[in-house]
T-cell receptor
Framework: EAQVTQNPRYLITVTGKKLTVTCSQN?????MSWYRQDPGLGLRQIYY???????DKGDVPEGYKVSRKEKRNFPLILESPSPNQTSLYFC???????????????FGDGTRLSIL | DQQVKQNSPSLSVQEGRISILNCDYT??????FLWYKKYPAEGPTFLIS?????DKNEDGRFTVFLNKSAKHLSLHIVPSQPGDSAVYFC????????????FGTGTSLTVIP
């Protein structure tokens, strides 16, 4: 089954304690991306990756890091989490081909982070 | 600055009637638009899209209309069904490269049986 898998699904942690949210896709997609969803703000793009070892900032990259060492994995790293990073996070992937934006993204089921 | 806006946070419609969800955008260079549907505790799923060279795209009960002069698009669902109750996001990829994506704030649709 084609899917994007995020872990953990839920996490409560404290300010400053480094955490990583993993994302893996089994569709051999080149493009992967991270979003956060906040009330009244919709989905905002954090980082994206066009392919292995190629990453770039989205609209709200501050406080986040990513890496793309393998095609299937795109972890989101919070080196020193703060309460304003409490949010619902989604990973997504899509295939390249034609104009990239025309390819619908496949989303994971989300990770709810609470940072106290 | 929000480049894609959905000004109605919520909408309630009777089953069988038409649901109309609206979306406005500020960047006239956007050349493609997508609608996603999201159920609670799940990720968004793709619903329908439209290229800027068209003004209408239809897929079953779902039709998207694009008015480029007004920088406005709308999603029509006819007839509405209780299973359509979800949050709907409109989205646009960045012009030319499509590397970045801009999503609206979402509209929560409730279809009343």
């Amino acid at each position: 089954e084609a899917q994007v898998t995020q872990n953990p699904r839920y996490l409560i942690t404290v300010t400053g304690k480094k955490l990583t949210v993993t994302c893996s896709q089994n569709m051999n997609h080149e493009y992967m991306s991270w979003y956060r969803q906040d009330p009244g703000l919709g989905l905002r793009q954090i980082y994206y990756s066009m392919n292995v070892e190629v990453t770039d900032k989205g609209d709200v990259p501050e406080g986040y890091k990513v890496s793309r060492k393998e095609k299937r994995n795109f972890p989101l790293i919070l080196e020193s989490p703060s309460p304003n990073q409490t949010s619902l996070y989604f990973c997504a992937s899509t295939a390249r081909g034609g104009i990239l934006g025309n390819q619908p993204q496949h989303f994971g089921d989300g990770t709810r982070l609470s940072i106290l | 600055d929000q480049q894609v806006k959905q000004n109605s946070p919520s909408l309630s419609v009777q089953e069988g009637r038409i649901s109309i969800l609206n979306c406005d955008y500020t960047n006239s260079m956007f050349d493609y638009f997508l609608w996603y549907k999201k159920y609670p505790a799940e990720g968004p799923t793709f619903l329908i899209s439209i290229s800027s060279i068209k003004d209408k795209n239809e897929d079953g009960r779902f039709t998207v209309f694009l008015n480029k002069s007004a920088k406005h698009l709308s999603l029509h669902i006819v007839p509405s069904q209780p299973g359509d109750s979800a949050v709907y996001f409109c989205a646009a990829p960045s012009p030319n490269t499509g590397n970045q994506f801009y999503f609206g704030t979402g509209t929560s649709l409730t279809v009343i049986p």
